[in-house]
């Protein structure tokens, strides 16, 4: 049997549309069919663990044991006491895996990591901040089976968007009213043909047929030509197309399932500022970053005067922020470059807002200055993302 | 009631669009065939959809069209182009153009899948580029863009387990650089490890191929590119007949010396001006360690040439030179392309491929390349030579007598005085 990734073609769409029908049925008569969704659940986990990845299904019914026995673990310490260190301890627990997975290629461990397997970052976010509401007290009880069911959850496994435990829960264990519902549909339904025209059309068309062309032209001048921007716009409509068409599939069929899953982009090209373009790009990524890394971190430089000036502190969150994200993508040096090239913009980006509420009467703001920001930004996330490629890479390195 | 309305809001139009779907995709439609205008201009168009397809190919093929397989110099449309001549004299045959940039062996063999039931027992012009034959072989990015499913499919139905399949199914899966559609990919690899496919497999492959000829029949002639202009301009140009060989070579000539003043190597100023001004100093000598000699292309040759021999097909061989200006002053070594030249012939002419226009030698001849290392007007009409009487003349039922040596990694990698040695002894 072959494996299937999700929404990778019309077949699996055929299987998500028989498979939701009752469940969809179901929740306009005001009833959740439990046991048909964690079987169907389980089945689609199947179509895509299963088959000639078997070995990555084994790996994910290891991490998920793995994972939960920490998270309960810690919930039941965090009862009694609070320490710090058993926190960090947790936390780090939790993120070795996947840091393994990321390191492996870089050290060359083995053949194959442990647990190595399709969507192991999403389920650690998802992981780790459970921890950290465990910590913080913001969850108060963990039930097995609705941990389960939130890490789990089959429309967001691969590439997430990444939801967070209390507000699945409380999706999960109700039914949404008639009328809501029939807005969600609607929503659904919506997306999901977004989702198509994102990403079998215009994904298909930047990625699959001009982006390789201009590859090859760009690779036979041997440095920088007009290629090499030609490659950049392409690559950046490439990437948000597929990865916004993906989502897009994610948060349609959750809301099929009566699950509000958060979107993930908002028509980020259109930001005045990289700031504005982090809140509207991969939108559940850059908030997990910032409520999980950048404001904890922040909290804990104030909380221990390590640093006095609330700029440095916001730079020193931004970095950390930035870089870790880098990383996260994989030990290469253009994803920590992308991720520095980042930070940057944002240290600059917060200079100039300093700059110009302080000098506002002298700065002019109009439709203009506002398309210039919308253009300047777009493209400086384009050179960020030519960055993120690794065409570099290729084009001074691998000759 | 209220939900039932709503329901049909959101969903009728989702319904009707998959009722739409399937209709396109799975009912096969009675071909009522191309029009005419639609072959001939996909016969001049290089489209990557027409060489990936099947449907326009195979109806070309029963009318008067000869394949002329090869890479970019086909492109060269200049008046003395195999299909203007073809046009504006009025030949019986016309050229249909399969290949541009990029497209190798390999690719033509991809590409033949589906049409070998046409291209049984009918005649050829292959063009051999020496730049095919470099140390990588084919590039994977550059044939992927050749390359569809529905050639897969086709070629997957009536694999078996011989030498020639499980080295095509091999070569396949060296391309794939992203698992495009992994079921499909399962079954070459089946192929490539001499498995049989299941009952399954061939259910599965004969639904997507309906779908996948489908979709060729209704897309595949949608974006072509328009040469039809282009052609007749290049034609306007050409003295009306009667076809006068030395009448024409001296407006070659001129023609050539006119396109080419803006430069020492004569190449084509529009080529020159695009290409080459601005980096031309950056590549002098810079060809010197280019070795044509060693390539896995060779092996890929050979499953092209036992492809024509299954579909018992009369092939012409081109082999085009390089232009001289040009690899005086890149360094390419002229002993190397003669080895070059001395292996590839050798690997036709042993297996009874016998039909071989060689023009290695006119690399110095003025005007003979368009620009570095494509035919052009002079060059063109040098070929025009040979191919008229050939394609104009009777098939002559070939006789080959093919040899799997030529798949080894021996073969491959034979060069210098190993080479020298081999071919003096055979």
Request: hydrophobic share 45%; aromatic share 16%.
């Given at each position: 049997?072959?494996?299937?990734?999700?929404?990778?073609?019309?077949?699996?769409?055929?299987?998500?549309?028989?498979?939701?029908?009752?469940?969809?049925?179901?929740?306009?008569?005001?009833?959740?069919?439990?046991?048909?969704?964690?079987?169907?659940?389980?089945?689609?986990?199947?179509?895509?663990?299963?088959?000639?990845?078997?070995?990555?299904?084994?790996?994910?019914?290891?991490?998920?044991?793995?994972?939960?026995?920490?998270?309960f673990g810690y919930f039941h310490y965090r009862q009694k006491k609070n320490a710090s260190w058993v926190f960090y301890l947790l936390v780090f627990l939790a993120i070795v895996p996947l840091a393994i997975v990321k390191l492996e290629p870089v050290f060359q461990l083995g053949k194959i990591s442990l647990f190595s397997f399709l969507g192991i970052s999403y389920l650690t976010f998802k992981a780790v901040q459970m921890i950290m509401e465990i910590r913080d007290g913001a969850i108060k009880e963990?039930?097995?089976?609705?941990?389960?069911?939130?890490?789990?959850?089959?429309?967001?496994?691969?590439?997430?968007?990444?939801?967070?435990?209390?507000?699945?829960?409380?999706?999960?264990?109700?039914?949404?009213?008639?009328?809501?519902?029939?807005?969600?549909?609607?929503?659904?339904?919506?997306?999901?043909?977004?989702?198509?025209?994102?990403?079998?059309?215009?994904?298909?068309?930047?990625?699959t047929v001009m982006l390789p062309k201009i590859q090859m032209i760009a690779l036979a001048h041997h440095g920088l030509s007009w290629w090499v921007v030609a490659y950049m716009y392409c690559y950046s409509m490439d990437l948000f197309f597929d990865f916004a068409g993906y989502s897009l599939f994610a948060v349609g069929t959750s809301y099929i399932m009566g699950i509000e899953t958060p979107v993930n982009f908002n028509k980020p090209f259109i930001s005045k500022n990289i700031k504005e373009f982090?809140?509207?790009?991969?939108?559940?990524?850059?908030?997990?970053?910032?409520?999980?890394?950048?404001?904890?971190?922040?909290?804990?430089?104030?909380?221990?005067?390590?640093?006095?000036?609330?700029?440095?502190?916001?730079?020193?969150?931004?970095?950390?922020?930035?870089?870790?994200?880098?990383?996260?993508?994989?030990?290469?040096?253009?994803?920590?470059?992308?991720?520095?090239?980042?930070?940057?913009?944002?240290?600059?980006?917060?200079?100039?807002?300093?700059?110009?509420?302080?000098?506002?009467?002298?700065?002019?703001?109009?439709?203009?200055?506002?398309?210039?920001?919308?253009?300047?930004?777009?493209?400086?996330?384009?050179?960020?993302?030519?960055?993120?490629?690794?065409?570099?890479?290729?084009?001074?390195?691998?000759? | 009631?209220?939900?039932?309305?709503?329901?049909?809001?959101?969903?009728?139009?989702?319904?009707?669009?998959?009722?739409?779907?399937?209709?396109?995709?799975?009912?096969?439609?009675?071909?009522?065939?191309?029009?005419?205008?639609?072959?001939?201009?996909?016969?001049?168009?290089?489209?990557?959809?027409?060489?990936?397809?099947?449907?326009?190919?195979?109806?070309?093929?029963?009318?008067?069209?000869?394949?002329?397989?090869?890479?970019?110099?086909?492109?060269?449309?200049?008046?003395?182009?195999?299909?203007?001549?073809?046009?504006?004299?009025?030949?019986?045959?016309?050229?249909?153009?399969?290949?541009?940039?990029?497209?190798?062996?390999?690719?033509?063999?991809?590409?033949?899948?589906?049409?070998?039931?046409?291209?049984?027992?009918?005649?050829?012009?292959?063009?051999?580029?020496?730049?095919?034959?470099?140390?990588?072989?084919?590039?994977?990015?550059?044939?992927?863009?050749?390359?569809?499913?529905?050639?897969?499919?086709?070629?997957?139905?009536?694999?078996?387990?011989?030498?020639?399949?499980?080295?095509?199914?091999?070569?396949?899966?060296?391309?794939?650089?992203?698992?495009?559609?992994?079921?499909?990919?399962?079954?070459?690899?089946?192929?490539?490890?001499?498995?049989?496919?299941?009952?399954?497999?061939?259910?599965?492959?004969?639904?997507?191929?309906?779908?996948?000829?489908?979709?060729?029949?209704?897309?595949?002639?949608?974006?072509?590119?328009?040469?039809?202009?282009?052609?007749?301009?290049?034609?306007?140009?050409?003295?009306?007949?009667?076809?006068?060989?030395?009448?024409?070579?001296?407006?070659?000539?001129?023609?050539?010396?006119?396109?080419?003043?803006?430069?020492?190597?004569?190449?084509?100023?529009?080529?020159?001006?695009?290409?080459?001004?601005?980096?031309?100093?950056?590549?002098?000598?810079?060809?010197?360690?280019?070795?044509?000699?060693?390539?896995?292309?060779?092996?890929?040759?050979?499953?092209?040439?036992?492809?024509?021999?299954?579909?018992?097909?009369?092939?012409?061989?081109?082999?085009?030179?390089?232009?001289?200006?040009?690899?005086?002053?890149?360094?390419?070594?002229?002993?190397?392309?003669?080895?070059?030249?001395?292996?590839?012939?050798?690997?036709?002419?042993?297996?009874?491929?016998?039909?071989?226009?060689?023009?290695?030698?006119?690399?110095?001849?003025?005007?003979?390349?368009?620009?570095?290392?494509?035919?052009?007007?002079?060059?063109?009409?040098?070929?025009?030579?040979?191919?008229?009487?050939?394609?104009?003349?009777?098939?002559?039922?070939?006789?080959?007598?093919?040899?799997?040596?030529?798949?080894?990694?021996?073969?491959?990698?034979?060069?210098?005085?190993?080479?020298?040695?081999?071919?003096?002894?055979?």
């Amino acid at each position: 049997m072959i494996s299937m990734q999700p929404y990778q073609n019309p077949t699996y769409f055929l299987y998500l549309t028989v498979a939701l029908l009752p469940i969809m049925i179901g929740l306009l008569r005001g009833k959740r069919y439990r046991l048909y969704e964690t079987v169907i659940s389980l089945a689609f986990l199947v179509l895509t663990f299963g088959g000639n990845v078997w070995i990555q299904g084994v790996s994910l019914i290891g991490y998920i044991i793995y994972e939960v026995a920490l998270i309960f673990g810690y919930f039941h310490y965090r009862q009694k006491k609070n320490a710090s260190w058993v926190f960090y301890l947790l936390v780090f627990l939790a993120i070795v895996p996947l840091a393994i997975v990321k390191l492996e290629p870089v050290f060359q461990l083995g053949k194959i990591s442990l647990f190595s397997f399709l969507g192991i970052s999403y389920l650690t976010f998802k992981a780790v901040q459970m921890i950290m509401e465990i910590r913080d007290g913001a969850i108060k009880e963990v039930n097995l089976m609705l941990t389960l069911q939130f890490l789990l959850f089959f429309p967001t496994i691969s590439s997430g968007p990444i939801d967070r435990y209390r507000r699945f829960i409380k999706d999960y264990t109700q039914v949404p009213d008639q009328d809501k519902y029939l807005t969600m549909l609607g929503k659904a339904v919506h997306y999901i043909f977004l989702g198509f025209l994102y990403k079998f059309a215009l994904a298909y068309f930047f990625g699959t047929v001009m982006l390789p062309k201009i590859q090859m032209i760009a690779l036979a001048h041997h440095g920088l030509s007009w290629w090499v921007v030609a490659y950049m716009y392409c690559y950046s409509m490439d990437l948000f197309f597929d990865f916004a068409g993906y989502s897009l599939f994610a948060v349609g069929t959750s809301y099929i399932m009566g699950i509000e899953t958060p979107v993930n982009f908002n028509k980020p090209f259109i930001s005045k500022n990289i700031k504005e373009f982090w809140n509207r790009w991969h939108m559940t990524l850059s908030l997990w970053f910032r409520d999980y890394i950048y404001m904890r971190l922040v909290f804990l430089m104030m909380k221990k005067r390590w640093v006095k000036s609330r700029v440095a502190m916001a730079n020193i969150g931004y970095i950390t922020l930035f870089l870790i994200m880098g990383i996260w993508h994989g030990l290469t040096w253009y994803y920590i470059v992308y991720g520095i090239f980042h930070a940057c913009a944002i240290i600059i980006n917060d200079m100039w807002l300093r700059f110009k509420k302080k000098h506002r009467q002298a700065i002019p703001h109009n439709k203009f200055t506002e398309m210039f920001a919308i253009f300047l930004t777009f493209n400086l996330v384009c050179f960020s993302f030519l960055i993120f490629s690794g065409f570099f890479d290729k084009l001074y390195f691998m000759h | 009631m209220k939900i039932r309305r709503a329901l049909f809001k959101i969903f009728g139009p989702v319904i009707l669009a998959a009722l739409l779907v399937v209709a396109v995709l799975i009912i096969p439609f009675a071909s009522s065939g191309f029009n005419h205008r639609t072959i001939e201009r996909a016969a001049v168009s290089q489209s990557k959809n027409v060489f990936k397809g099947v449907a326009v190919k195979q109806q070309a093929l029963t009318e008067n069209y000869v394949p002329f397989m090869g890479s970019s110099e086909l492109s060269r449309m200049d008046s003395f182009h195999p299909s203007v001549l073809a046009q504006h004299y009025h030949r019986d045959y016309r050229p249909f153009l399969l290949g541009a940039a990029g497209s190798q062996s390999l690719a033509h063999y991809w590409g033949m899948q589906g049409v070998n039931h046409e291209l049984q027992n009918k005649k050829a012009v292959m063009i051999v580029s020496p730049q095919w034959f470099v140390k990588q072989g084919q590039n994977p990015i550059a044939f992927m863009q050749y390359h569809s499913n529905l050639q897969t499919v086709t070629w997957l139905l009536q694999a078996t387990n011989n030498r020639d399949d499980r080295y095509a199914a091999q070569r396949l899966l060296d391309m794939q650089v992203d698992k495009a559609d992994s079921q499909l990919d399962l079954m070459v690899k089946k192929i490539a490890d001499g498995k049989q496919l299941s009952k399954a497999d061939r259910t599965y492959l004969q639904l997507e191929k309906n779908s996948l000829a489908n979709q060729d029949r209704w897309f595949s002639t949608l974006s072509m590119k328009n040469r039809t202009d282009r052609i007749n301009k290049a034609a306007g140009q050409l003295p009306s007949s009667p076809y006068n060989v030395k009448r024409l070579d001296a407006i070659a000539y001129e023609m050539g010396d006119k396109a080419t003043t803006g430069n020492q190597f004569r190449v084509s100023n529009k080529f020159w001006n695009k290409r080459l001004k601005g980096n031309y100093r950056k590549l002098k000598g810079e060809q010197k360690n280019f070795n044509y000699v060693q390539s896995p292309e060779f092996a890929d040759f050979q499953l092209v040439l036992n492809q024509f021999h299954k579909d018992n097909m009369d092939v012409m061989f081109v082999i085009p030179p390089v232009n001289k200006r040009w690899s005086q002053y890149t360094g390419l070594s002229m002993a190397m392309l003669r080895q070059f030249d001395r292996k590839i012939n050798y690997q036709l002419r042993s297996q009874g491929f016998t039909n071989i226009v060689d023009l290695s030698n006119d690399g110095g001849e003025d005007f003979f390349m368009q620009d570095t290392i494509h035919l052009g007007w002079r060059g063109w009409l040098k070929v025009d030579q040979h191919v008229a009487p050939f394609l104009e003349g009777k098939y002559q039922q070939p006789h080959y007598q093919m040899n799997d040596y030529f798949y080894s990694k021996q073969w491959q990698d034979m060069a210098n005085s190993q080479l020298n040695h081999y071919l003096a002894k055979n």
